[in-house]
């Protein structure tokens, strides 16, 4: 069955630090992996998208890397800041034409001042 | 955003009583989905639609049915609700991004509680 599983579940940091959320997922065959962020009582928005041949992807302070080879990716937030507190979601597509993705259950971050 | 508008926002039933949501797209994308998102669970799919007329189930498809007369709308009805429905329903649509890839962009959420 196509899973994938994010970490940890919750996250709290201060402000201006740094960190890092973890993806792994079991689809195959990959098309795609996605970083989507949302806001509470909002609709998710996309971050970074990847491609099979792609092993990162910068959108300003969020950098996602992907390793296709053992199926893990993980999405990088550097200083961050309050705007950041929301839950990052991690979408994987399979290829061959399905447009059905397979979403993780999402991290929800915390920043605090 | 994609142009995508999810009516109501907000929705207060009893138990019993249908509902009906509506999402519409401005950009004529051919495939639409609806999603409902609960604590503990994320995102799940319940049905989703690959052109007018053309639809097919998700992982949490019983008790929802769904329509698509004209590409711009994509309407799910909860024809009997429960208070197991109680939950946010996301729309989305796909949209090619190049090299054979699709990101799917979410319209603001539908909150319907079932009392």
């Known amino acids: 069955k196509n899973q994938v599983e994010q970490s940890p579940q919750s996250l709290i940091i201060l402000e201006g630090k740094n960190c890092t959320l973890q993806c792994n997922y079991t689809v195959s065959p990959f098309s795609n992996l996605r970083w989507y962020k949302q806001d509470t009582g909002r609709g998710p928005v996309s971050l970074t998208i990847?491609?099979?041949?792609?092993n990162t992807k910068s959108n300003g302070r969020y950098t996602a890397t992907l390793d296709a080879d053992t199926k893990q990716s993980s999405l990088h937030i550097t200083a961050s800041q309050l705007s950041d507190s929301a839950s990052y979601i991690c979408?994987?597509?399979?290829?061959?034409?399905?447009?059905?993705?397979?979403f993780g259950r999402g991290t929800s971050l915390i920043v605090h001042p | 955003d994609a142009g995508i508008t999810q009516s109501p926002r907000h929705k207060v039933t009893e138990t019993g009583t249908p509902v009906t949501l509506r999402c519409h797209q401005t950009?004529?994308?051919?495939?639409m989905y609806w999603y409902r998102q609960d604590p503990g669970h994320g995102l799940r799919l319940i049905h989703y639609s690959y052109g007018v007329k053309d639809t097919d189930k998700g992982e949490v498809s019983d008790g929802y049915s769904v329509s698509r007369s004209k590409t711009e709308d994509f309407l799910l009805t909860l024809e009997s609700a429960t208070s197991s429905q109680t939950s946010v329903y996301f729309c989305?649509?796909?949209?090619?991004?190049?090299?054979?890839?699709?990101?799917?962009?979410f319209g603001p959420g539908t909150r319907l509680t079932v009392l």
């Open positions: 979408v994987v597509s399979l290829s061959g034409g399905s447009y059905i993705p397979t």
């Open positions: 990847m491609t099979f041949s792609e």
């Open positions: 950009e004529n994308h051919r495939y």
């Open positions: 989305a649509i796909s949209v090619q991004a190049g090299g054979g890839t699709d990101t799917q962009y």
